[in-house]
Protein backbone atom coordinates (compact mmCIF):
# COMPACT_ATOMS: atom_id res chain seq x y z
CA UNK A 1 0.00 0.00 0.00
CA UNK A 2 1.48 3.55 0.90
CA UNK A 3 0.72 6.87 2.09
CA UNK A 4 1.24 10.39 1.63
CA UNK A 5 0.66 13.81 3.58
CA UNK A 6 1.51 16.97 2.04
CA UNK A 7 1.83 20.95 3.12
CA UNK A 8 1.94 24.50 1.92
CA UNK A 9 2.40 26.87 4.71
CA UNK A 10 3.16 30.67 5.37
CA UNK A 11 6.06 29.66 7.07
CA UNK A 12 8.15 26.40 7.19
CA UNK A 13 6.40 23.24 6.36
CA UNK A 14 9.31 20.42 6.94
CA UNK A 15 8.11 19.60 10.45
CA UNK A 16 4.97 19.39 9.35
CA UNK A 17 5.11 16.67 7.05
CA UNK A 18 7.30 14.77 8.63
CA UNK A 19 5.29 14.46 11.08
CA UNK A 20 1.95 13.69 8.64
CA UNK A 21 4.13 11.20 6.84
CA UNK A 22 5.25 9.49 9.98
CA UNK A 23 2.02 9.04 10.51
CA UNK A 24 1.16 6.69 7.68
CA UNK A 25 3.87 4.63 8.82
CA UNK A 26 1.19 1.50 9.11
CA UNK A 27 0.64 1.84 5.62
CA UNK A 28 4.13 0.95 4.25
CA UNK A 29 7.67 -0.76 5.00
CA UNK A 30 10.03 -0.31 2.57
CA UNK A 31 10.32 3.48 1.76
CA UNK A 32 9.93 6.68 3.01
CA UNK A 33 10.76 9.98 1.48
CA UNK A 34 10.52 13.82 1.56
CA UNK A 35 10.60 16.78 -0.87
CA UNK A 36 10.41 20.40 -0.08
CA UNK A 37 10.38 23.50 -2.13
CA UNK A 38 12.34 26.90 -0.81
CA UNK A 39 12.75 29.89 -3.13
CA UNK A 40 15.82 30.28 -2.44
CA UNK A 41 17.37 26.74 -2.65
CA UNK A 42 14.63 25.33 -4.84
CA UNK A 43 13.35 21.69 -4.79
CA UNK A 44 14.81 19.28 -2.66
CA UNK A 45 14.54 15.71 -2.02
CA UNK A 46 15.25 13.02 0.60
CA UNK A 47 14.68 8.96 0.29
CA UNK A 48 15.70 6.15 2.78
CA UNK A 49 15.00 2.68 3.14
CA UNK A 50 12.48 1.86 6.00
CA UNK A 51 12.63 -1.84 5.94
CA UNK A 52 14.59 -2.12 9.57
CA UNK A 53 13.86 1.09 10.84
CA UNK A 54 11.32 3.43 11.01
CA UNK A 55 10.61 6.63 9.00
CA UNK A 56 11.27 8.73 12.04
CA UNK A 57 14.77 7.68 12.88
CA UNK A 58 15.70 8.23 9.02
CA UNK A 59 14.30 11.44 8.69
CA UNK A 60 14.96 12.71 12.41
CA UNK A 61 17.12 15.45 11.56
CA UNK A 62 15.30 17.02 8.38
CA UNK A 63 14.22 19.93 9.98
CA UNK A 64 17.71 20.50 9.63
CA UNK A 65 18.45 19.35 6.10
CA UNK A 66 15.32 20.77 4.19
CA UNK A 67 13.43 23.54 4.49
CA UNK A 68 10.82 25.27 2.73
CA UNK A 69 6.90 26.96 2.73
CA UNK A 70 5.80 23.79 0.46
CA UNK A 71 6.57 19.66 1.42
CA UNK A 72 5.59 16.47 0.73
CA UNK A 73 6.19 13.22 2.37
CA UNK A 74 5.13 9.11 1.37
CA UNK A 75 5.48 6.13 2.52
CA UNK A 76 6.05 3.37 0.00
CA UNK A 77 6.00 -0.36 0.01
CA UNK A 78 6.63 -0.39 -3.84
CA UNK A 79 9.36 2.25 -5.48
CA UNK A 80 11.75 4.87 -4.39
CA UNK A 81 9.52 8.50 -4.57
CA UNK A 82 9.14 11.26 -4.25
CA UNK A 83 10.89 11.61 -7.39
CA UNK A 84 11.81 14.91 -8.90
CA UNK A 85 11.22 15.56 -12.59
CA UNK A 86 12.20 17.94 -15.10
CA UNK A 87 9.86 18.57 -18.46
CA UNK A 88 7.64 20.94 -20.39
CA UNK A 89 5.42 21.46 -17.43
CA UNK A 90 8.25 22.82 -14.97
CA UNK A 91 10.53 21.22 -12.13
CA UNK A 92 8.47 19.19 -9.85
CA UNK A 93 8.64 16.87 -7.59
CA UNK A 94 5.65 13.74 -7.27
CA UNK A 95 4.50 10.80 -5.55
CA UNK A 96 1.82 8.15 -6.08
CA UNK A 97 -0.22 5.66 -4.12
CA UNK A 98 -1.30 2.59 -5.79
CA UNK A 99 -0.59 -0.09 -8.36
CA UNK A 100 0.01 0.00 -12.06
CA UNK A 101 -1.25 -3.27 -13.54
CA UNK A 102 -0.30 -2.74 -17.40
CA UNK A 103 2.92 -1.19 -16.41
CA UNK A 104 4.53 -3.19 -19.98
CA UNK A 105 2.07 -1.70 -21.74
CA UNK A 106 1.97 1.40 -21.08
CA UNK A 107 5.56 1.68 -21.42
CA UNK A 108 5.12 0.05 -25.02
CA UNK A 109 2.55 1.42 -26.48
CA UNK A 110 2.28 5.04 -24.99
CA UNK A 111 5.88 6.11 -24.26
CA UNK A 112 8.65 4.15 -25.98
CA UNK A 113 6.92 4.68 -29.03
CA UNK A 114 7.90 8.30 -29.29
CA UNK A 115 11.40 7.74 -28.81
CA UNK A 116 11.33 8.05 -24.74
CA UNK A 117 13.32 5.97 -22.32
CA UNK A 118 13.60 5.60 -18.78
CA UNK A 119 15.90 4.32 -16.09
CA UNK A 120 15.93 0.93 -14.90
CA UNK A 121 16.03 -0.86 -11.46
CA UNK A 122 18.40 -3.89 -10.82
CA UNK A 123 15.40 -6.20 -11.52
CA UNK A 124 14.80 -3.89 -14.84
CA UNK A 125 11.81 -3.00 -13.87
CA UNK A 126 10.65 0.30 -14.01
CA UNK A 127 9.94 3.05 -11.27
CA UNK A 128 5.83 3.41 -11.14
CA UNK A 129 6.13 7.22 -10.40
CA UNK A 130 8.10 7.96 -13.30
CA UNK A 131 6.22 5.84 -15.46
CA UNK A 132 3.47 8.10 -14.05
CA UNK A 133 5.44 11.48 -14.50
CA UNK A 134 6.30 10.90 -18.16
CA UNK A 135 2.35 9.99 -18.84
CA UNK A 136 1.38 13.16 -17.35
CA UNK A 137 4.19 15.10 -19.24
CA UNK A 138 2.51 14.01 -22.43
CA UNK A 139 -0.24 16.84 -22.46
CA UNK A 140 0.54 20.73 -21.55
CA UNK A 141 -0.88 20.68 -18.12
CA UNK A 142 -0.73 19.17 -14.84
CA UNK A 143 -4.73 18.31 -15.12
CA UNK A 144 -4.98 17.08 -18.47
CA UNK A 145 -1.69 14.79 -17.76
CA UNK A 146 -3.23 13.46 -14.56
CA UNK A 147 -6.63 12.52 -16.07
CA UNK A 148 -4.63 11.25 -19.01
CA UNK A 149 -2.80 9.10 -16.93
CA UNK A 150 -5.36 7.93 -14.72
CA UNK A 151 -7.54 6.86 -17.60
CA UNK A 152 -4.57 4.66 -18.79
CA UNK A 153 -3.59 2.58 -15.87
CA UNK A 154 -5.46 0.09 -15.09
CA UNK A 155 -4.88 -0.22 -11.47
CA UNK A 156 -4.79 2.74 -9.10
CA UNK A 157 -2.61 5.90 -8.99
CA UNK A 158 -3.90 8.66 -6.38
CA UNK A 159 -1.01 11.66 -7.25
CA UNK A 160 0.77 14.30 -4.97
CA UNK A 161 2.71 17.29 -6.86
CA UNK A 162 5.20 19.76 -5.59
CA UNK A 163 5.79 22.61 -7.67
CA UNK A 164 8.51 25.05 -7.65
CA UNK A 165 6.17 27.67 -7.20
CA UNK A 166 5.01 26.28 -3.69
CA UNK A 167 2.18 25.06 -4.50
CA UNK A 168 0.20 20.89 -4.48
CA UNK A 169 -1.39 19.75 -6.75
CA UNK A 170 -3.75 16.76 -5.16
CA UNK A 171 -5.59 13.99 -7.09
CA UNK A 172 -7.58 10.86 -5.96
CA UNK A 173 -7.64 8.28 -7.96
CA UNK A 174 -10.18 7.57 -10.67
CA UNK A 175 -12.56 5.49 -8.72
CA UNK A 176 -11.83 6.76 -5.16
CA UNK A 177 -10.48 3.56 -4.04
CA UNK A 178 -8.15 5.65 -1.44
CA UNK A 179 -9.14 8.30 0.86
CA UNK A 180 -7.58 12.20 -0.14
CA UNK A 181 -8.14 14.52 2.54
CA UNK A 182 -7.35 18.22 2.90
CA UNK A 183 -7.25 20.14 6.22
CA UNK A 184 -7.17 23.73 6.47
CA UNK A 185 -4.92 25.95 9.61
CA UNK A 186 -4.47 29.83 9.92
CA UNK A 187 -1.66 29.73 7.92
CA UNK A 188 -2.28 27.14 5.42
CA UNK A 189 -3.34 23.60 4.12
CA UNK A 190 -2.58 20.20 4.16
CA UNK A 191 -3.52 17.05 2.29
CA UNK A 192 -3.40 13.71 3.57
CA UNK A 193 -4.34 9.76 3.37
CA UNK A 194 -5.28 9.99 6.87
CA UNK A 195 -7.01 12.43 8.83
CA UNK A 196 -6.12 12.40 12.04
CA UNK A 197 -2.73 13.24 11.22
CA UNK A 198 -3.36 16.65 9.99
CA UNK A 199 -5.63 17.29 13.07
CA UNK A 200 -2.74 16.09 15.37
CA UNK A 201 -0.99 19.44 13.84
CA UNK A 202 -3.27 21.75 14.53
CA UNK A 203 -5.26 21.55 11.39
CA UNK A 204 -9.25 20.91 10.37
CA UNK A 205 -10.94 19.09 8.29
CA UNK A 206 -11.81 21.40 4.54
CA UNK A 207 -13.18 18.85 2.31
CA UNK A 208 -12.67 14.95 1.26
CA UNK A 209 -11.79 14.93 -2.26
CA UNK A 210 -14.09 12.96 -4.57
CA UNK A 211 -13.40 10.14 -7.12
CA UNK A 212 -10.57 11.84 -9.37
CA UNK A 213 -10.95 15.34 -7.96
CA UNK A 214 -7.82 17.30 -8.41
CA UNK A 215 -7.40 20.29 -6.50
CA UNK A 216 -4.35 22.86 -5.85
CA UNK A 217 -3.30 24.05 -2.62
CA UNK A 218 -1.49 27.23 -1.88
CA UNK A 219 -0.96 29.11 1.25
CA UNK A 220 -4.32 30.56 1.27
CA UNK A 221 -6.14 28.64 -1.09
CA UNK A 222 -7.42 25.81 -2.33
CA UNK A 223 -9.10 25.55 -5.37
CA UNK A 224 -10.91 22.32 -7.19
CA UNK A 225 -9.20 22.07 -10.47
CA UNK A 226 -11.29 18.97 -11.85
CA UNK A 227 -14.99 18.10 -10.42
CA UNK A 228 -14.99 14.68 -8.70
CA UNK A 229 -16.52 11.61 -10.47
CA UNK A 230 -19.54 10.36 -9.58
CA UNK A 231 -18.78 6.53 -9.16
CA UNK A 232 -16.36 5.52 -6.39
CA UNK A 233 -15.08 2.19 -5.08
CA UNK A 234 -13.66 2.58 -1.83
CA UNK A 235 -11.75 -0.10 -0.53
CA UNK A 236 -13.84 -2.11 2.22
CA UNK A 237 -10.40 -3.36 3.03
CA UNK A 238 -9.30 -0.11 4.94
CA UNK A 239 -12.17 -0.33 7.91
CA UNK A 240 -11.44 -3.86 8.29
CA UNK A 241 -7.73 -3.96 8.82
CA UNK A 242 -5.19 -0.99 6.53
CA UNK A 243 -6.61 2.16 8.31
CA UNK A 244 -5.96 3.49 11.42
CA UNK A 245 -8.47 2.92 14.10
CA UNK A 246 -8.72 6.66 14.23
CA UNK A 247 -8.71 7.58 11.17
CA UNK A 248 -12.52 7.95 9.03
CA UNK A 249 -13.09 7.57 5.59
CA UNK A 250 -16.24 8.78 3.94
CA UNK A 251 -17.24 10.27 7.44
CA UNK A 252 -16.95 6.52 8.71
CA UNK A 253 -14.66 5.76 11.72
CA UNK A 254 -12.36 3.00 11.60
CA UNK A 255 -12.40 1.59 15.42
CA UNK A 256 -16.42 2.18 15.01
CA UNK A 257 -16.67 0.23 12.06
CA UNK A 258 -14.84 -3.16 13.74
CA UNK A 259 -17.10 -2.64 16.74
CA UNK A 260 -20.23 -2.96 14.53
CA UNK A 261 -18.83 -5.86 12.59
CA UNK A 262 -17.99 -7.71 15.41
CA UNK A 263 -21.22 -7.20 16.60
CA UNK A 264 -22.57 -8.51 13.62
CA UNK A 265 -20.72 -11.62 13.84
CA UNK A 266 -21.57 -12.03 17.34
CA UNK A 267 -25.50 -11.83 16.27
CA UNK A 268 -24.94 -14.78 13.05
CA UNK A 269 -23.24 -17.01 15.84
CA UNK A 270 -25.72 -16.43 18.20
CA UNK A 271 -28.97 -16.86 15.00
CA UNK A 272 -27.37 -19.69 14.14
CA UNK A 273 -26.50 -21.49 17.50
CA UNK A 274 -22.90 -22.12 17.17
CA UNK A 275 -19.72 -20.92 19.65
CA UNK A 276 -22.23 -19.93 22.94
CA UNK A 277 -20.35 -21.61 25.40
CA UNK A 278 -17.15 -20.15 25.02
CA UNK A 279 -14.83 -18.51 28.39
CA UNK A 280 -13.30 -15.54 26.73
CA UNK A 281 -13.16 -13.30 23.18
CA UNK A 282 -10.22 -12.14 21.98
CA UNK A 283 -8.76 -10.68 19.06
CA UNK A 284 -5.56 -11.63 17.05
CA UNK A 285 -3.65 -8.44 17.81
CA UNK A 286 -3.96 -5.86 17.15
CA UNK A 287 -6.32 -5.30 13.63
CA UNK A 288 -8.60 -8.03 15.10
CA UNK A 289 -8.81 -6.56 18.90
CA UNK A 290 -11.49 -3.83 18.15
CA UNK A 291 -13.46 -6.07 16.37
CA UNK A 292 -13.28 -8.88 19.00
CA UNK A 293 -14.68 -6.06 21.46
CA UNK A 294 -17.37 -5.83 19.34
CA UNK A 295 -17.94 -8.97 19.35
CA UNK A 296 -17.51 -9.44 23.21
CA UNK A 297 -19.87 -6.21 24.01
CA UNK A 298 -22.85 -8.26 21.79
CA UNK A 299 -22.03 -11.85 23.08
CA UNK A 300 -22.18 -11.15 26.82
CA UNK A 301 -19.07 -13.25 26.84
CA UNK A 302 -16.08 -12.13 28.40
CA UNK A 303 -13.22 -10.59 25.97
CA UNK A 304 -9.86 -11.02 27.76
CA UNK A 305 -6.01 -11.20 25.77
CA UNK A 306 -4.65 -14.78 26.20
CA UNK A 307 -1.51 -13.64 24.74
CA UNK A 308 0.50 -10.55 24.58
CA UNK A 309 2.56 -9.09 21.37
CA UNK A 310 6.34 -7.86 22.60
CA UNK A 311 6.63 -5.06 20.74
CA UNK A 312 9.41 -2.95 22.20
CA UNK A 313 11.92 -4.88 19.66
CA UNK A 314 9.56 -6.35 17.40
CA UNK A 315 7.05 -3.83 16.06
CA UNK A 316 5.79 -5.42 12.97
CA UNK A 317 5.94 -9.03 12.09
CA UNK A 318 6.41 -8.73 8.02
CA UNK A 319 9.56 -6.60 8.31
CA UNK A 320 11.77 -9.58 7.22
CA UNK A 321 11.52 -10.26 3.72
CA UNK A 322 12.17 -14.17 3.95
CA UNK A 323 8.38 -15.69 4.91
CA UNK A 324 9.93 -17.98 7.19
CA UNK A 325 11.81 -15.22 9.05
CA UNK A 326 8.18 -13.03 9.41
CA UNK A 327 6.43 -15.99 11.04
CA UNK A 328 9.51 -17.10 13.09
CA UNK A 329 9.12 -13.07 14.55
CA UNK A 330 5.80 -13.27 14.43
CA UNK A 331 5.98 -16.46 16.61
CA UNK A 332 8.51 -14.70 18.90
CA UNK A 333 6.20 -11.64 19.92
CA UNK A 334 3.40 -14.37 21.18
CA UNK A 335 3.92 -13.70 24.89
CA UNK A 336 1.03 -16.08 26.74
CA UNK A 337 -0.82 -15.26 29.88
CA UNK A 338 -1.35 -18.79 31.12
CA UNK A 339 -4.10 -18.62 33.31
CA UNK A 340 -6.45 -17.30 30.13
CA UNK A 341 -5.17 -20.14 27.95
CA UNK A 342 -5.25 -23.31 29.96
CA UNK A 343 -8.40 -25.21 29.83
CA UNK A 344 -10.56 -22.34 28.25
CA UNK A 345 -12.35 -22.40 25.68
CA UNK A 346 -11.71 -19.45 23.09
CA UNK A 347 -13.08 -17.37 20.29
CA UNK A 348 -10.70 -15.46 18.49
CA UNK A 349 -11.58 -12.99 15.82
CA UNK A 350 -8.50 -11.92 13.21
CA UNK A 351 -8.93 -8.96 10.50
CA UNK A 352 -8.55 -11.46 7.18
CA UNK A 353 -7.25 -15.10 6.77
CA UNK A 354 -5.00 -14.67 3.83
CA UNK A 355 -2.83 -17.69 3.69
CA UNK A 356 -3.35 -19.02 7.29
CA UNK A 357 0.46 -19.62 8.02
CA UNK A 358 0.51 -17.36 11.32
CA UNK A 359 -2.95 -18.14 12.16
CA UNK A 360 -1.96 -21.87 12.43
CA UNK A 361 0.87 -21.18 14.30
CA UNK A 362 -0.78 -18.87 16.34
CA UNK A 363 -3.70 -22.02 17.05
CA UNK A 364 -0.83 -24.53 17.74
CA UNK A 365 0.61 -21.80 20.46
CA UNK A 366 -2.38 -21.86 21.95
CA UNK A 367 -2.99 -25.44 22.24
CA UNK A 368 0.40 -26.06 23.36
CA UNK A 369 -0.60 -23.63 26.17
CA UNK A 370 -3.31 -25.60 27.19
CA UNK A 371 -6.23 -24.17 25.37
CA UNK A 372 -9.27 -26.85 25.05
CA UNK A 373 -11.61 -24.91 22.45
CA UNK A 374 -9.61 -22.62 19.98
CA UNK A 375 -12.70 -21.04 17.61
CA UNK A 376 -12.08 -18.64 14.88
CA UNK A 377 -13.80 -15.79 13.61
CA UNK A 378 -12.64 -13.64 10.34
CA UNK A 379 -13.76 -10.17 10.44
CA UNK A 380 -13.75 -10.26 6.86
CA UNK A 381 -15.18 -12.66 4.00
CA UNK A 382 -12.78 -15.30 2.74
CA UNK A 383 -10.31 -13.90 0.10
CA UNK A 384 -10.60 -15.44 -3.55
CA UNK A 385 -8.30 -13.04 -5.18
CA UNK A 386 -5.32 -11.50 -4.76
CA UNK A 387 -5.80 -7.49 -4.74
CA UNK A 388 -5.16 -5.31 -8.07
CA UNK A 389 -6.01 -2.37 -6.68
CA UNK A 390 -4.02 -1.29 -3.82
CA UNK A 391 -1.37 -4.23 -3.65
CA UNK A 392 -2.42 -5.29 0.06
CA UNK A 393 -1.32 -8.47 0.02
CA UNK A 394 2.26 -10.34 -0.70
CA UNK A 395 0.32 -13.43 -2.42
CA UNK A 396 2.45 -13.44 -5.54
CA UNK A 397 -0.51 -15.75 -7.05
CA UNK A 398 -4.10 -16.52 -6.17
CA UNK A 399 -3.53 -19.96 -5.45
CA UNK A 400 -1.51 -18.37 -2.37
CA UNK A 401 -4.38 -17.50 -0.94
CA UNK A 402 -5.79 -20.65 1.60
CA UNK A 403 -9.33 -20.02 0.72
CA UNK A 404 -9.06 -20.37 -3.10
CA UNK A 405 -6.54 -23.40 -2.62
CA UNK A 406 -9.06 -25.09 -0.36
CA UNK A 407 -11.58 -24.77 -3.04
CA UNK A 408 -8.95 -26.19 -6.26
CA UNK A 409 -8.32 -29.21 -3.21
CA UNK A 410 -11.87 -30.02 -2.72
CA UNK A 411 -13.44 -29.70 -6.25
CA UNK A 412 -10.70 -29.19 -8.82
CA UNK A 413 -10.63 -25.80 -10.83
CA UNK A 414 -14.29 -25.83 -11.56
CA UNK A 415 -15.21 -24.86 -7.85
CA UNK A 416 -13.70 -21.88 -9.12
CA UNK A 417 -16.92 -21.37 -10.95
CA UNK A 418 -19.17 -21.10 -7.68
CA UNK A 419 -17.15 -17.94 -5.61
CA UNK A 420 -20.34 -17.03 -4.20
CA UNK A 421 -21.38 -20.19 -3.11
CA UNK A 422 -18.29 -21.07 -1.34
CA UNK A 423 -18.25 -17.54 0.32
CA UNK A 424 -21.76 -18.25 1.84
CA UNK A 425 -21.77 -20.38 5.02
CA UNK A 426 -25.48 -21.05 4.69
CA UNK A 427 -24.46 -23.67 1.40
CA UNK A 428 -22.98 -27.17 1.62
CA UNK A 429 -19.74 -25.77 -0.42
CA UNK A 430 -19.33 -22.77 1.98
CA UNK A 431 -19.83 -25.49 4.66
CA UNK A 432 -17.60 -27.90 3.28
CA UNK A 433 -15.24 -24.80 2.90
CA UNK A 434 -15.19 -23.71 6.64
CA UNK A 435 -14.95 -27.62 7.76
CA UNK A 436 -11.33 -28.50 5.03
CA UNK A 437 -10.23 -24.89 7.09
CA UNK A 438 -10.49 -25.63 10.04
CA UNK A 439 -9.33 -29.01 9.93
CA UNK A 440 -6.36 -27.96 8.37
CA UNK A 441 -5.42 -25.01 10.91
CA UNK A 442 -7.04 -27.24 13.63
CA UNK A 443 -9.51 -24.81 14.57
CA UNK A 444 -12.53 -25.99 16.22
CA UNK A 445 -14.95 -24.19 14.17
CA UNK A 446 -14.43 -21.18 11.43
CA UNK A 447 -16.66 -18.74 10.37
CA UNK A 448 -16.52 -15.68 8.03
CA UNK A 449 -17.89 -12.25 8.09
CA UNK A 450 -20.18 -12.32 5.48
CA UNK A 451 -20.33 -9.95 2.51
CA UNK A 452 -23.30 -8.28 3.67
CA UNK A 453 -22.49 -7.86 7.27
CA UNK A 454 -19.11 -6.42 5.99
CA UNK A 455 -21.11 -3.33 3.80
CA UNK A 456 -23.40 -3.37 6.99
CA UNK A 457 -20.84 -2.59 8.91
CA UNK A 458 -19.32 0.30 6.74
CA UNK A 459 -22.42 1.61 6.20
CA UNK A 460 -22.05 3.10 2.66
CA UNK A 461 -23.93 1.94 -0.38
CA UNK A 462 -22.91 -1.58 -1.96
CA UNK A 463 -21.88 -0.02 -5.19
CA UNK A 464 -19.69 2.44 -3.39
CA UNK A 465 -17.42 -0.01 -1.91
CA UNK A 466 -15.09 -2.32 -3.78
CA UNK A 467 -15.65 -6.32 -3.28
CA UNK A 468 -13.28 -7.21 -5.12
CA UNK A 469 -10.68 -9.37 -3.30
CA UNK A 470 -13.64 -11.87 -2.33
CA UNK A 471 -16.01 -12.17 -4.62
CA UNK A 472 -13.73 -10.34 -8.06
CA UNK A 473 -16.52 -7.75 -8.42
CA UNK A 474 -14.11 -4.17 -8.00
Known amino acids: MGGFFGAVSKNDAVLDVFFGTDYHSHLGTRRGGMAAFDESIGLQRKIHKIENSPFRTKFENISNQMKGNAAIGCISDSDAQPLLVRSKLGLYAICIIGIINNKEKLVEEYLFANGGHFGAMTNEGINSTELVAAMINQKDNFVDGIA ?50 YKKLGYVDYKELGPGEIVELKQDSATVLREAGKQMKICAFLWSYYGYSTSCYEG ?16 TDRKNGVAQDIDYVSGV ?10 YANESGIQFARPFI ?29 HDLIKD ?31 HIRSACPPIMYGCKYLNFSRATSDMELIARSTIAELEGEDGFNHIDEYIDSATERGQNLRKSIS ?10 QSIDGIIDAIGLPADCICTYCWNGKG
Open 148 to 197: YAQSLIDGTASILILTNDCRIIAARDRLGRIPVLIGKRDDGFCVSFEDFA
Open 252 to 267: VNVEVMRYKNGKIMAQ
Open 285 to 294: PDSGTPHAIG
Open 309 to 337: KYTPTWSRSFIPTNQSERNRVAKMKQIPV
Open 344 to 374: KKLLFVDDSIVRGTQLRETVEFLYENGAKEV
Open 439 to 448: EKLHFTSLEF
